[in-house]
């Protein structure tokens, strides 16, 4: 803001007054006689004038009378003394009444304009206009220079040739000024004779139009306008303003129109907003109507990969189709309060929407909405997980039902032969032996024949969409199974017929059968295990697994020793048939299993161990790393993480509690920085063991509660803190080398910054920060303490830093010392006097302590009338009653 402007609400920056300008003596001389005249068009009111715009406002009197007229309220009475105190007063009070109107006059005093300075008289009289002229106007939400300007380009804009964009080069050929006389009174101008390239004749006949029927006194010459590469702002400002003022009445006539039209507009505004609250409504309910009964469709899918799809279209729903109706809902609230808002603003009935779109209807559907939403998506999950289950029940069903459809094939075939007719009582023998096998065997499967109607049935139970192909499957082998019983007891019958002619039983075939079934049974199932793939986490568990493989490696000894005996009872069977020749035809009746298939899933089983010892001691050896490298992670981080914690405690102490020079202190942070920089390798090796941490896939450490990001952040933290706290000494040395603080007075700086620090913050709170004033003899009311607030905490964080403490301490030490300085040379210069003269100070003090004192001098008056003199009670007044000190 300019020194001579008001108030920053009715002029902006980029239009500030700007002293420098009047070193231009065009502009200079426009200014004068623009604000001269404009004055005179409002003195003349009190039958009174001015000549000259700086000598005759010096005594103030014709000021606070122009003030009169132009506001219409009475000032103070004015001095009629014709001394320079008398004029002061008079000015003052002029001063104080544009102050009141809420303008700030920066570096304008009553003494200037007393002492006839032209630049301060103009710029008090530019801000005057602004107050008084131009800041009341206003045009479509726009006020001052802004409002005018708007006003001009509104007016002009009919006119070809004219166009306004500021108040300085866009009035140069006069047709701006022509233009606006021309559309308020287009009887005064024939605006179609007029050229732009004749600025002269357009300006004076505006001018000259202007002056005799609009009574707007000649402000501007034309000579002056054309000569200028850019005419004064200022003085061309406060000409337009007397044409805005002069059709102020057919404005107010405009200014109501346009209200009328704003009306209107936001009467449709209005409509339009219920027009689109309506359209939105119906839009989303229509969505949300269309949404639902899709949501609570419950029809399930018969296959994994159905269902997935229908997860998969949940999720698109839920990512890609509702977010915008999401937005929708909230922009339909937004839109009816606003409405609402307005409506109540126009003092207009609220709005109603129709039947059922209520924003609590909508709230409404949108609950069933989600409500739909979320039984849909408990619905998808359970189905899944039933999925999930039916297909494992029917791969076991599948797997059960091949197995056992395998073992009966061909029994019945076996069971319906006749062979026991022609056979040999040797013969006979053998077949009911090894149908008494068969009966054993069958009884065997009767388990697995259970478990597959069992998985049937709650396959059938879950809804399985193939039931009926598995019913059909497990029909049948129940029907063969019973079938089977059927013909096996038939059978038994016949050979129990025969049994007088069976005499000879081969003992050792079914011994090798009923011993040789269970150890393949076994040997089947150990391969199975052997080859089972595993997934752990810790080493805990690969310790279970390993333990349960060595139980399993324990057994291996018994279990060979099995497979000789039943090897042994093959050896004695072939040593039988070639001792006593017996006629055997074929393999051993009674199983299928053979010595040669014995031996090789024993070789399959006996290879798979040790692969199985392999891969757990391969796991057991990434589980020990992993640990290792948890346990190395943790035991750095334990370390480093408290280390931290320390030195931030340890800096936050010495930043409170420090002795010795700053020079000592400073060199001591360094010190303590650089040993702090020293630590990083840990930290980069911490880093090391973090990476290796995240290659192995290990994602939690129980041996420590710090992570790699805790370690990062405090490192950092720790980098900043001691950075900031030897920038504070750097700056206490600054401040101190500057200021001529000595070492003792800045550790009573700090003993007194320490103490009222009740936090042990570093940072002094403002309630502390008053009292710790007080303590050292301060007189603070309110507004003084905000003022010196606003010094060291500009920021207004509500904390005041010690480097700010130090500066406002040694400023106020600074200007006392000033002060005592002068009282000592008043009372050298005195002599016996008890008084001094203005030029005794200014020959016997140094220049600063001269011009120090005379400027708390002004205000009083020598004793006796002694021109230019002071007495020692005066000067101490000035020095000490109201000073800053």
């Given at each position: 803001?300019?020194?001579?402007?008001?108030?920053?609400?009715?002029?902006?920056?980029?239009?500030?007054?700007?002293?420098?300008l009047l070193?231009?003596?065009?502009?200079e001389?426009?200014q004068?006689k623009?604000f001269?005249?404009?004055?005179n068009s409002?003195?003349?009111?009190?039958?009174t004038?001015?000549?000259n715009i700086?000598?005759d406002?010096?005594?103030?009197?014709?000021?606070?009378l122009?003030?009169?007229?132009?506001?219409?309220?009475?000032l103070?009475?004015?001095?009629?003394?014709k001394?320079?105190?008398?004029?002061?007063?008079?000015?003052?009070?002029?001063?104080?009444?544009?102050?009141?109107?809420g303008?700030k006059?920066?570096?304008?005093?009553?003494?200037e304009?007393?002492?006839?300075?032209?630049?301060?008289?103009l710029?008090?009289?530019?801000?005057?206009i602004?107050?008084?002229?131009?800041q009341?106007?206003s045009?479509?939400?726009?006020s001052?220079?802004e409002?005018?300007?708007?006003?001009?380009?509104?007016?002009?804009?009919?006119?070809?040739?004219v166009?306004?964009?500021n108040?300085?080069i866009?009035?140069?050929?006069?047709?701006?000024?022509?233009a606006l006389?021309?559309?308020?009174?287009?009887?005064?101008?024939?605006y179609?004779?007029l050229r732009?390239?004749?600025?002269?004749?357009n300006l004076?006949?505006?001018?000259?139009?202007?002056?005799?029927?609009?009574?707007?006194?000649?402000?501007?010459d034309?000579e002056?306008?054309?000569?200028?590469?850019?005419?004064?702002?200022?003085?061309?400002?406060?000409?337009?303003?007397?044409?805005?003022?002069?059709?102020s009445g057919?404005?107010?006539?405009?200014?109501?129109?346009?209200?009328?039209?704003?009306?209107?507009?936001?009467?449709?505004?209005n409509?339009?907003?219920?027009e689109d609250?309506e359209?939105?409504a119906s839009?989303?309910l229509?969505?949300?109507?269309r949404t639902?009964?899709?949501?609570?469709?419950?029809?399930?899918e018969n296959?994994?990969?159905a269902?997935?799809?229908k997860?998969e279209?949940?999720?698109?729903?839920?990512?890609?189709?509702?977010?915008?109706?999401?937005?929708?809902?909230?922009?339909?609230?937004?839109?009816?309060?606003?409405?609402?808002?307005k409506?109540r603003?126009?003092?207009r009935?609220?709005?109603m929407?129709s039947?059922?779109k209520?924003?609590?209807?909508i709230?409404?559907?949108?609950?069933?909405?989600?409500?739909?939403?979320?039984?849909?998506?408990e619905w998808?999950?359970?189905e899944?997980r039933?999925?999930?289950?039916l297909?494992?029940l029917a791969?076991?069903?599948r797997?059960k039902?091949a197995?056992?459809?395998?073992?009966?094939?061909g029994?019945?075939?076996?069971?319906?032969?006749?062979?026991?007719?022609?056979?040999?009582?040797?013969?006979?023998?053998?077949?009911?032996?090894?149908?008494?096998?068969?009966?054993?065997?069958?009884?065997?499967h009767?388990?697995r024949?259970?478990q597959?109607a069992?998985?049937?049935?709650?396959?059938n139970?879950?809804?399985?969409y193939?039931?009926p192909s598995?019913n059909?499957r497990c029909?049948?082998?129940?029907?063969q199974?019973d079938?089977?019983?059927?013909?096996?007891?038939?059978?038994?019958?016949?050979?129990?017929?025969?049994?007088?002619?069976l005499?000879?039983?081969?003992?050792?075939?079914?011994?090798?059968a009923?011993?040789?079934a269970p150890?393949?049974?076994?040997?089947?199932g150990?391969?199975e295990?052997?080859?089972?793939?595993?997934?752990?986490h810790?080493i805990?568990?690969?310790?279970?697994?390993?333990s349960?493989?060595?139980?399993?490696?324990?057994?291996?000894p018994e279990?060979?020793?099995?497979?000789?005996?039943i090897?042994?009872i093959?050896n004695?069977?072939?040593k039988?048939v070639?001792t006593?020749?017996?006629?055997m035809?074929?393999?051993?009746?009674y199983t299928?299993?053979?010595?040669?298939e014995?031996?090789?899933?024993?070789?399959?089983?006996?290879?798979?161990?040790?692969?199985?010892?392999?891969?757990?001691?391969?796991?057991?050896?990434?589980q020990?790393n992993?640990?290792r490298l948890r346990?190395?992670?943790a035991?750095?981080a334990?370390?480093?993480?408290p280390?931290?914690?320390?030195?931030?405690e340890?800096?936050?102490r010495?930043?409170?509690?420090?002795?010795?020079?700053l020079e000592?202190?400073?060199?001591?942070?360094?010190?303590?920085e650089k040993?702090?920089?020293?630590?990083k390798?840990?930290?980069?090796?911490?880093?090391?063991?973090?990476?290796l941490?995240?290659?192995?896939?290990?994602?939690?450490?129980?041996?420590?509660?710090?992570?790699?990001?805790?370690?990062?952040?405090?490192?950092?933290?720790?980098?900043?803190?001691?950075?900031?706290?030897?920038n504070?000494?750097?700056?206490?040395v600054l401040?101190?080398?500057?200021?001529g603080?000595?070492?003792?007075?800045?550790?009573?700086f700090?003993?007194?910054?320490?103490?009222?620090?009740r936090?042990?913050?570093?940072n002094m709170?403002a309630?502390?920060?008053?009292?710790?004033?007080?303590?050292?003899?301060y007189?603070l009311?309110?507004?003084?303490?905000?003022?010196?607030?606003s010094i060291?905490?500009?920021?207004?964080?509500?904390?005041v830093?010690?480097?700010?403490?130090?500066?406002f301490?040694s400023?106020?030490?600074?200007?006392?010392?000033?002060?005592?300085q002068v009282?000592?040379?008043f009372?050298v210069?005195?002599?016996?006097?008890?008084?001094?003269?203005a030029?005794?100070?200014r020959?016997?003090?140094p220049?600063?302590q001269?011009?120090?004192c005379?400027?708390r001098?002004?205000?009083?008056?020598?004793?006796?009338?002694?021109?230019?003199?002071?007495?020692?009670?005066?000067?101490?007044t000035?020095?000490?009653?109201?000073?800053d000190l």
């Amino acid at each position: 803001m300019d020194e001579y402007d008001d108030d920053q609400k009715y002029m902006p920056q980029e239009d500030d007054w700007d002293r420098d300008l009047l070193l231009d003596p065009a502009w200079e001389k426009q200014q004068r006689k623009t604000f001269t005249a404009w004055c005179n068009s409002h003195l003349r009111k009190a039958g009174t004038q001015i000549e000259n715009i700086e000598e005759d406002f010096r005594d103030g009197l014709k000021l606070m009378l122009l003030l009169e007229v132009i506001s219409g309220e009475r000032l103070a009475k004015p001095e009629r003394g014709k001394m320079r105190v008398h004029k002061i007063s008079n000015v003052n009070k002029a001063l104080d009444f544009i102050a009141g109107k809420g303008v700030k006059l920066v570096s304008i005093g009553a003494e200037e304009i007393v002492d006839g300075n032209a630049k301060m008289t103009l710029g008090m009289i530019w801000t005057i206009i602004l107050r008084f002229a131009i800041q009341d106007i206003s045009v479509e939400e726009t006020s001052a220079k802004e409002g005018l300007l708007l006003w001009c380009q509104r007016k002009t804009a009919p006119y070809k040739n004219v166009n306004i964009q500021n108040f300085h080069i866009s009035w140069k050929d006069g047709l701006g000024f022509c233009a606006l006389i021309h559309r308020h009174r287009p009887e005064l101008i024939d605006y179609g004779k007029l050229r732009k390239d004749d600025p002269m004749t357009n300006l004076n006949t505006a001018f000259d139009v202007a002056e005799k029927y609009l009574d707007i006194p000649k402000m501007l010459d034309a000579e002056d306008i054309i000569s200028t590469l850019r005419p004064d702002e200022k003085a061309v400002m406060t000409y337009v303003s007397c044409y805005y003022h002069a059709f102020s009445g057919k404005q107010k006539a405009e200014t109501a129109a346009n209200r009328i039209c704003k009306v209107l507009a936001v009467n449709q505004e209005n409509e339009q907003l219920m027009e689109d609250y309506e359209k939105l409504a119906s839009d989303l309910l229509e969505w949300i109507r269309r949404t639902i009964p899709w949501l609570e469709n419950r029809l399930p899918e018969n296959t994994m990969q159905a269902m997935q799809q229908k997860l998969e279209d949940f999720r698109d729903y839920r990512r890609l189709h509702k977010p915008p109706k999401v937005q929708e809902k909230c922009q339909l609230e937004i839109n009816f309060n606003t409405l609402q808002t307005k409506l109540r603003l126009s003092n207009r009935p609220a709005f109603m929407p129709s039947e059922g779109k209520m924003v609590s209807d909508i709230n409404n559907a949108w609950g069933g909405l989600e409500g739909a939403e979320k039984g849909y998506e408990e619905w998808l999950l359970n189905e899944i997980r039933r999925l999930e289950r039916l297909d494992h029940l029917a791969e076991k069903f599948r797997q059960k039902a091949a197995i056992h459809e395998a073992w009966t094939e061909g029994k019945e075939e076996m069971l319906q032969k006749s062979d026991y007719e022609t056979a040999s009582l040797s013969e006979i023998k053998a077949l009911l032996k090894k149908h008494e096998a068969f009966e054993s065997d069958l009884a065997a499967h009767q388990d697995r024949v259970e478990q597959i109607a069992a998985i049937a049935q709650e396959l059938n139970e879950l809804d399985y969409y193939d039931s009926p192909s598995v019913n059909a499957r497990c029909q049948r082998i129940c029907d063969q199974w019973d079938a089977l019983g059927n013909m096996t007891q038939t059978r038994n019958e016949a050979l129990q017929r025969t049994e007088k002619l069976l005499e000879t039983i081969d003992q050792l075939y079914l011994e090798f059968a009923k011993r040789a079934a269970p150890f393949n049974n076994w040997m089947e199932g150990a391969m199975e295990d052997l080859q089972d793939t595993f997934i752990v986490h810790t080493i805990e568990e690969i310790q279970g697994l390993s333990s349960a493989h060595e139980q399993f490696k324990a057994t291996l000894p018994e279990a060979d020793k099995e497979r000789q005996a039943i090897l042994g009872i093959h050896n004695e069977i072939a040593k039988i048939v070639q001792t006593y020749h017996v006629n055997m035809a074929g393999t051993n009746p009674y199983t299928t299993i053979n010595p040669l298939e014995v031996n090789a899933k024993w070789d399959k089983v006996r290879q798979l161990v040790p692969q199985r010892d392999q891969a757990l001691i391969e796991e057991h050896a990434r589980q020990q790393n992993n640990e290792r490298l948890r346990r190395q992670f943790a035991n750095q981080a334990n370390v480093i993480g408290p280390w931290i914690q320390t030195k931030m405690e340890e800096i936050g102490r010495i930043s409170i509690e420090m002795h010795g020079t700053l020079e000592d202190q400073l060199t001591n942070l360094r010190q303590y920085e650089k040993s702090i920089v020293n630590y990083k390798p840990k930290i980069d090796q911490l880093e090391g063991d973090h990476q290796l941490i995240q290659e192995a896939l290990i994602f939690d450490n129980k041996h420590t509660n710090y992570t790699m990001e805790h370690i990062r952040v405090g490192w950092e933290q720790l980098l900043t803190t001691i950075a900031r706290t030897i920038n504070e000494i750097e700056n206490q040395v600054l401040t101190r080398d500057a200021k001529g603080i000595s070492q003792e007075q800045l550790n009573e700086f700090r003993a007194s910054f320490n103490h009222f620090d009740r936090k042990r913050t570093g940072n002094m709170e403002a309630e502390d920060f008053k009292t710790c004033l007080i303590s050292m003899g301060y007189n603070l009311g309110e507004n003084e303490f905000s003022r010196i607030m606003s010094i060291v905490d500009p920021n207004r964080m509500g904390i005041v830093t010690f480097q700010a403490f130090i500066d406002f301490m040694s400023r106020e030490t600074a200007d006392t010392d000033t002060a005592d300085q002068v009282m000592a040379s008043f009372k050298v210069l005195a002599g016996d006097k008890n008084y001094i003269l203005a030029d005794e100070l200014r020959r016997e003090l140094p220049p600063d302590q001269a011009e120090y004192c005379m400027a708390r001098m002004a205000p009083y008056t020598g004793p006796d009338g002694v021109p230019g003199a002071l007495d020692y009670m005066s000067f101490s007044t000035a020095l000490y009653g109201e000073s800053d000190l």
